[in-house]
């Protein structure tokens, strides 16, 4: 069975960076669109951005112009490069499949199972 595991979390100033990544165990990612996903708490899970097959990455509106998503060359690992981090970045985030149904994330299907996550806390 795959599994996800994101890494690469901390505790940040505003205006900093990190890069967050995403292994996959037992797997090439290359037949999935990737995406990374945040979960602040009490909050609804939302799509950060996406890479496609070509890897082309889509975004948020939100981390548009400081996030930005890439896979490595071997595609088993997708990452998140994010720069300029402000406090309502705060949130736990995960890796997944592209949502497989439309509609809310938390209705939706993905190819994997969620893994741990990895927080993200940004405060001065």
């Known amino acids: 069975q795959v599994q996800l595991a994101e890494s690469g979390g901390g505790l940040v100033q505003p205006g900093g960076s990190l890069r967050l990544s995403c292994a996959a165990s037992g797997s090439w990612l290359t037949d999935y669109s990737m995406a990374w996903y945040r979960q602040a708490p009490g909050k609804e899970r939302e799509l950060v951005a996406r890479?496609?097959?070509?890897?082309?990455?889509l975004y948020a509106t939100s981390v548009r112009g400081r996030f930005t998503i890439s896979r490595d060359s071997a595609q088993t690992a997708v990452y998140l490069q994010m720069n300029s981090l402000k406090p309502e970045d705060t949130a736990v985030y995960y890796c997944?499949?592209?949502?497989?149904?439309?509609?809310?994330?938390?209705?939706?299907?993905?190819?994997?199972?969620w893994g741990q996550g990895t927080q993200v806390t940004v405060s001065s």
């Open positions: 997944n499949s592209e949502p497989l149904d439309p509609g809310p994330l938390s209705r939706s299907r993905y190819f994997f199972s």
């Open positions: 890479v496609t097959d070509d890897g082309s990455g």
